[in-house]
């Protein structure tokens, strides 16, 4: 089955570390995207990549780091110097049907950060 | 811009009962419209898509939305709700030039009552 896979589904780590939430997709899309949730406030866009070796800053890019060495996979960076890191990571790409852009999400990765 | 406003952040109604969760939209181009929904601790999976194909789109699960371009909107209904529809519903509308950049509402709450 096609789709995109999140891991881990939990994370926790001390305040101060760096952690890396992994996105791997199969779908053969070349638009992969992180976004944040938190209660209240809806999706906010981290950070984008529409091909390998390019990405663009969203809206709350601070703190946070991509890499995008192969189309597969875009993971992403927490680094101590974002404030307030514990929230819901979603990972998502996407891929035009006739015409118009459709995104697909991954399930998830809730980081907890003491 | 593109930008969506979904009115009401939690919207409750009985089982059997009409569901009516609103979106309106603010697009400088002709827009492509989405809804989405989340069930705890997953991802977003898409219900329906507008596309200018036609005004009135029907997705899974028996929900449906009308593209209204007077009024700038693109509410979600389902006329008889059941137990398995609370969640959470996100309106998303992309750029109609590039298509590639999604923005999100805040999210919509629903719960349904036995």
């Known amino acids: ?27 053969n899309h070349d638009a992969m995207y992180w976004y944040r949730q938190d209660p209240g406030q809806g999706l906010r866009l981290i950070y984008y990549s529409q091909i390998v070796n390019d990405f663009q800053k969203g809206d709350i890019a601070e703190g946070y780091s991509v890499s995008r060495e192969k189309k597969e996979s875009f993971p992403l960076t927490v680094t101590s110097a974002q404030k307030n890191p514990t ?7 996407s891929i035009r049907r006739r015409g118009i852009y459709e995104q697909y999400f991954g399930p ?6 003491t | 811009a593109q930008s969506v406003t979904q009115l009401g952040s939690h919207v409750s109604v009985s089982e059997g009962a009409l569901v009516l969760l609103r979106c309106n939209y603010s697009s400088s181009v002709p827009p492509y419209l989405f809804w ?42 389902k006329p ?12 998303a509308v992309s750029d109609g030039n590039t298509g590639n950049q999604f923005y999100f509402g805040t999210g919509t709450s629903l719960t349904v009552i036995p």
């Open chain 2, 36 to 77: 989405y929904v989340q069930y705890p601790n997953q991802g977003l999976q898409l219900l329906l898509k507008y596309t200018s194909a036609a005004t009135l789109v029907k997705g899974i699960n028996g929900f449906e939305a009308e593209f209204k371009k007077s009024e700038t909107s693109f509410h979600l209904t």
């Open chain 1, 108 to 113: 998830g990765t809730r980081l907890t950060v």
């Open chain 1, 87 to 93: 929230a819901f990571y979603l990972c998502a790409s």
């Open chain 1, 1 to 27: 089955d096609g789709g995109i896979t999140q891991s881990p589904k939990y994370l926790f780590r001390k305040e101060g570390q760096n952690v890396t939430l992994s996105c791997e997709q199969n779908l």
């Open chain 2, 80 to 91: 008889s709700a059941h137990m398995s529809d609370a969640a959470e519903y996100f309106c």
